[in-house]
């Protein structure tokens, strides 16, 4: 009689999780080469026709410059909030620091359609209007908790010796920080920027309160045109966020190796 054991059930299981979680990926990817105006299976032929007109499509390529931009300006400012606040959570003790601290890391734990309307909100209360400087404070409140915890765990795993070693030979803090903690910290720092740059780049729950029409970014552009038709352009425009977003990791993890091989102190 045959048997299927515990084990068979679980790996056939995760199996089915991993084919329901990944066909419909795959099957974007597929879809965005096929010739024909509706997709279907199996694709009469194979044509790269959507990414040309992707490519054509001004709206579209407004709203990938938009993400680029806010993306890039999103992870350069997280970054530079949230080095020295990691240092001083980690290496000074101050009143109120665990609660600003829990402060900090607080948007983790809210839903982003709550902080979307909190933020709109707050904006309508100071009469300001939207803009994309109010869509660059709502991605570094969202994406600032991720990077703050990247930082704070790689500064906990440096020694305090090496900095108190630079010091007792003359350095100042500022130089202490420049050529001991900072090289340091490289790879749990460039690992935060590229997080905060995907998350950036692929939010639109919240974004969907905070964007206008001259400051729409990719993911908006996306959900604006399924809510009118389904387009082939769609499936390529997928396509491209796919890539984007997992290449983007697999570079982080690249330089954090390189950069932690380097910057490795014996």
């Known amino acids: ?4 054991s515990g084990w068979s059930l ?4 995760t199996l089915l999780v991993y084919i329901f979680m990944f066909a419909p990926i795959v099957a974007v990817v597929i879809l ?5 105006q509706f997709g279907s299976f199996p694709m009469q032929g194979f044509s790269f026709q959507w990414y040309l007109k992707l490519v054509q499509n001004e709206a579209i390529l407004s709203a990938f410059k938009n993400s680029l931009l806010l993306g890039s300006l999103t992870a350069v400012t997280v970054t530079a909030v949230a080095i020295p606040a990691a240092m001083a959570f980690v290496r000074y003790d101050f009143p109120g620091k665990n609660t600003l601290n829990t402060l900090l890391l607080t948007p983790i734990m809210i839903p982003e359609v709550v902080l979307g309307v909190a933020l709109l909100l707050f904006i309508r209360w100071l009469q300001q209007p939207k803009s994309f400087l109010l869509l660059l404070m709502g991605h570094v409140v969202i994406t600032l908790p991720y990077v703050l915890l990247v930082v704070q765990a790689r500064l906990v795993g440096i020694k305090r010796v090496y900095e ?3 010091m007792s030979l003359g350095a100042n803090p500022l ?14 720092v460039l690992a935060g920027m590229l997080f905060s740059f995907t998350i ?17 970014t990719v993911p908006v552009k996306i959900f604006g045109m399924l809510r009118n038709s389904i387009s082939p352009e769609i499936n390529a425009l997928g396509t491209v ?23 490795t102190i014996n």
């Open 32 to 36: 965005s080469f096929n010739p024909q």
């Open 164 to 166: 108190e070693a630079a």
């Open 175 to 188: 130089q202490t920080f420049k050529e001991i903690t900072l090289p340091l910290l490289t790879p749990a």
């Open 10 to 13: 679980i790996r056939l299981y």
């Open 200 to 216: 950036s780049f692929d939010d639109v729950t919240a974004t969907l309160f905070w964007a206008t029409a001259q400051n729409q």
């Open 241 to 263: 966020m796919i890539v984007l977003t997992i290449s983007t990791p697999l570079i982080a993890g690249y330089l954090i190796r390189k950069f932690a091989r380097g910057g």
């Open 1 to 4: 009689m045959f048997r299927i």
